[in-house]
DNA sequence: CGTGTGATTGACGCCTGTCAACGTCTGTGG
DNA sequence: CCACAGACGTTGACAGGCGTCAATCACACG
């Protein structure tokens, strides 16, 4: 059940300087699973719903999950996608309440089951470790509060070149540009917070006008610069 | 600048089982400035600014401090109001970042400052205190992603219906049941995100349909029944 | 009494959500 | 191999919610 310090690459990347687990020591380190196989989840997994209990969180080694809430008329609306390692389910762990999302996979995963009571050990014992996990969930904080203002007060085609942007900056791009991260018009809606026809009625004007290239559900960006402009970011 | 230990009732207070502060040793509790007289800050002054670097938190004693964001064109959005026993300016401390918001206070206020350096050491050497700082920053967290599910799949109608609920659960009452806080239209709009006008006309509409009461600013909510399924909430 | 801030009301029009119809693609089962 | 179902994407028509502008009123304050 021990790491393979020899296995270099996984070892370091768990202690790299960005990494969560940095400030860990390797008994700490050994104590979560990271000795063991990674489980496995292929695309429409869901990993856990809204409102069960969950014991522990997910560390993702590959692959995307969809974060997201059920409102109204059971419409989702998006909160994030994580990605390759991010930690997923670790709030509702550690305000020990019921999970106030639902996860699903939305591409191949790889990842890692912690149990609770070893996240809650670490934090309650590991200072650096602590002071870590609160600086996560204060830059989560921080980026909700920037999205309740700007889903508040930005119109629909601001908001759309916003998340293209996002999409952009947090997502690898393929050999040819296109964003890697594969989303249904309605998922685009639901993060946006718009009808699916409005979401496709934009793209096809930013289309129209050269900002963006579209294949399918392939978006490459084109104008950055215009599209920054019609997201009025500043 | 020993806290008297004599005067129960605020001693009581920071340890009691909902105060932040419970789980203090005597001596880390003596650490921090609750020994001194509060400072005191009138209606309207500003604690800090949205951008600016902030050295400590604020515990807030009394009054009311309005949290907001200043988005496109300098318009506000309101992320919450912090009353008596929040505190406020954390998150900047931890994360060690410039303030990404602006606090105003809005009912004259007491309040103690406790210097970063304080707040620092006690979360990395209090295991207890520092699951507590976790839990309430999730709890704001989970609030946050709830508002944003509001605020892209609600009209109008029903985040103020839901806001003046919120209200009436998380301020006091006067004698004759009307909200104590004094918000303005322009403040009921920048919370609910939407315009002046808007408010307005739904609030007369309320009215009108019996389920609210005005007096100026003042609010009493009639029929909360009725004001809970215009909220549409489940 | 003048000034300024906030509240109110009306008019107007655009953005955007909804409904409906149709096209496209993929996978499945006969 | 083809037919068909079902999911997803697209387009058009339409109405109404809500933002914006402007005028007026109410009230407090120096």
Redesign the pocket.
């Known amino acids: 059940m021990k790491i393979d310090h020899n296995d270099t690459s996984f070892y370091n990347f768990l202690t790299s300087p960005n990494s969560l687990f940095r400030h860990l020591t390797d008994e700490e380190l050994e104590s979560l699973p990271f000795g063991r196989a990674p489980e496995f989840h292929k695309r429409g997994t869901i990993l856990y719903n809204e409102g069960s209990r969950i014991s522990g969180f997910y560390w993702i080694q590959s692959g995307i999950i969809k974060i997201y809430k059920t409102g109204v008329?059971g419409?989702e609306q998006i909160i994030r996608f994580a990605k390759p390692c991010d930690i997923i389910g670790f709030r509702s762990v550690l305000s020990n309440e019921l999970a106030c999302t639902s996860a699903k996979v939305i591409e191949d995963s790889k990842n890692y089951f912690v149990p609770a009571e070893n996240l809650i050990f670490l934090v309650k014992n590991n200072g650096n470790f602590s002071m870590d996990i609160i600086r996560l969930t204060c830059k989560e904080l921080e980026e909700a509060n920037s999205y309740i203002t700007d889903i508040?007060q930005?119109?629909?085609?601001?908001?759309l070149a916003e998340i293209l942007i996002h999409l952009k900056n947090n997502f690898d791009l393929d050999k040819e540009n296109f964003l890697q991260i594969n989303?249904?018009?309605?998922?685009?809606?639901n993060m946006?917070?718009?009808?699916?026809?409005?979401?496709?009625?934009?793209?096809?004007e930013f289309k129209h006008d050269g900002i963006i290239e579209?294949h399918?559900?392939k978006i490459k960006i084109l104008d950055i610069k215009s599209l920054t402009r019609l997201a009025s970011i500043f």
């Open positions: 008329d419409k508040a930005k119109t629909v085609r601001e908001r989303l249904t018009r309605e998922e685009l809606a946006v917070g718009t009808a699916t026809e409005s979401v496709i009625r934009l793209l096809s579209l399918g559900r």
